[in-house]
């Protein structure tokens, strides 16, 4: 069975600066995506990147990047020049490979920006 | 873009009442996931469908069931409520076959409490 772990329940930032919450996933898998959800008070799932881990390169999507180490089984979101707006839960998720399978969620990190 | 719609939005029932949740996907998405959020909790998943047959269960009671119809629309049945049955419940759809076949896209959930 796949688990996901996110380490730290909440984390704060100032406007501004960057900041890092962690994930590490378990799994026997070789190929498979991980992918950094966000979820503001309106409860909304959004995405914000994904990684496929067959690709060595770490996803970029403008201020959010992934470091992933495969090895390691580590998927760390880094989010630079943070902003208000990034308030919110944000859920590390881990999907095996296949048309159809459903997505193992971490427990979520809570992350405020302060201004 | 045409995005997951789901109805209603918000559901109030009593104990051991009965509710239906729909779901709707994307247009040319064929694969239809069920989630369900309990407060502070990450979302779990509970049941999907590809071209009308399911096609993977997790940790669904058997007082709920689901089924997707002929236009790809699903439906999630819930009878014999309980007070642990108040959550968010999250559809998400996908498409078999593309480039991304592996990315769901959420719903906004439909809000469900039971007094």
């Known amino acids: 069975a796949q688990t996901v772990t996110q380490s730290q329940p909440e984390m704060s930032v100032q406007e501004a600066e960057t900041v890092t919450l962690s994930c590490t996933y378990d799994t026997s898998e070789n190929n498979y995506y991980l992918f950094w959800y966000k979820q503001p008070p309106s409860r909304q799932m959004i995405l914000v990147i994904r990684q496929e881990a067959y690709k060595q390169q770490n996803a970029t999507e403008n201020r959010f990047s992934v470091n992933f180490q495969k090895a390691a089984k580590s998927f760390s979101l880094k989010i630079s020049d943070s902003q208000l707006g990034d308030t919110a839960m944000y859920f590390c998720a881990f999907m095996k490979q296949g048309p159809i399978v459903d997505m193992r969620f971490g427990a979520g990190t809570r992350l405020t920006v302060k201004p | 873009a045409a995005g997951v719609i789901q109805s209603p939005r918000h559901l109030i029932k009593e104990k051991r009442e009965t509710a239906t949740l729909k779901c709707y996907p994307i247009p040319r998405h064929d694969t239809v996931y069920w989630y369900q959020q309990g407060p502070g909790q990450d979302p779990q998943f509970l049941i999907s469908?590809?071209?009308?047959?399911?096609?993977d269960k997790g940790s669904i009671p058997d007082r709920f069931s689901a089924q997707q119809f002929s236009d790809y629309h699903s439906e999630l049945n819930m009878s014999s409520l309980e007070l642990g049955d108040s959550a968010l419940y999250f559809c998400a759809s996908s498409a078999s076959t593309g480039t991304r076949d592996y990315e769901q896209y959420f719903g906004p959930g439909t809000r469900l409490t039971v007094t």
């Open positions: 469908f590809y071209e009308k047959m399911q096609s």
